[in-house]
């Protein structure tokens, strides 16, 4: 996992198996990662809308809603949000629907946790550049509008917003 801090790390576990999700928080948590769970696409919505969470890991069948629709939720609530989609039950079809959703990854049950520890990392990394981007763009359209005193007080502002983000 690269240079990814695993303790800086939240993230959200969707699966409506609770054994599975349970016994992999805890391996995650004894790794050093801040971890919640859902075991149903509402539940994850929610924490979704009020939490921050670095990547979301989503199984596909959920009692309540798929995958594909919990995902689309979250990035609508969490734009930079990463998401890797894990499931027992893949098809060409709902692989295509995660990548239109810009599904970091899509790993087919049973998986490696070390790989998808990798994964994780992998998104972690990719999430911070685009953050890292996307304050670089507001930063440079910033300097190009306002004077000098209006820059320090708004690149202050960007940098609290995107270190919560």
Known sequence: ?????????????????????????QRLVKRGF??????SG???????GGRTFDVAVVDLKLPDMDGIA?????KRLQPFLETIMLTGHGSAETA????????????????????LIEK???AVEAR????RARYLEELQELQRRSSAREIMAETERLQRRYEQS
């Open 42 to 48: 509402e539940r994850a919505v929610d924490l979704g």
């Open 70 to 74: 919990v995902i689309r939720e979250l």
């Open 96 to 115: 295509l629907e995660a990548g239109k959703l810009q599904t970091y990854r899509y790993l087919l049950k049973p998986y490696d946790f070390e790989q």
């Open 120 to 122: 994780i990392g992998s």
């Open 128 to 131: 911070r550049a685009a953050l």
């Open 1 to 25: 996992m690269a240079d990814t801090d695993p303790r800086a790390v939240r993230l959200l576990l969707v699966d409506d198996e609770e054994d599975l999700v349970d016994f992999l928080a």
């Open 34 to 39: 801040v971890v919640e769970t859902a075991t």
